[in-house]
């Protein structure tokens, strides 16, 4: 399986940005797929999940702001992040368990 995350990029506090997580290989649409992030000096933390079914899950410090979701017949998960705030700066991740991970992509919350 290879995941290729997408979407990052340089946004104002408040404003909004959405991930995307690509992925390749027919485990996918069973698969409960997730969103992780590494700030800069910061330990990797879980930032939100999806299962095949949809049921989600979030961190307490994006319940309310972001929304996972996933559409099977592309085999991608989306990850639409709305009212950012400076510490949502990180490096995104998408994984499958913890056996498969995409390379990141940077999201940096600034004005």
């Known amino acids: 399986v290879q995941l290729q995350a997408s979407g990052g990029g340089l946004v104002q506090p408040g404003r909004s940005l959405r991930l995307s997580c690509a992925a390749s290989g027919s485990i996918f649409s069973i698969a409960t797929v997730g969103w992780h992030r590494q700030a800069p000096g910061k330990q990797r933390e879980f930032v939100a999940r999806i299962s095949s079914g949809g049921t989600t899950d979030y961190a307490d410090s994006v319940k309310g702001r972001f929304t996972i979701s996933r559409d099977n017949a592309k085999n991608t998960v989306y990850l639409q992040m709305n009212s950012l705030k400076p510490e949502d700066t990180a490096v995104y991740y998408c994984?499958?368990?913890?056996?498969?991970w995409g390379q990141g992509t940077l999201v940096t919350v600034s004005s």
């Open positions: 994984a499958i368990g913890s056996a498969f």
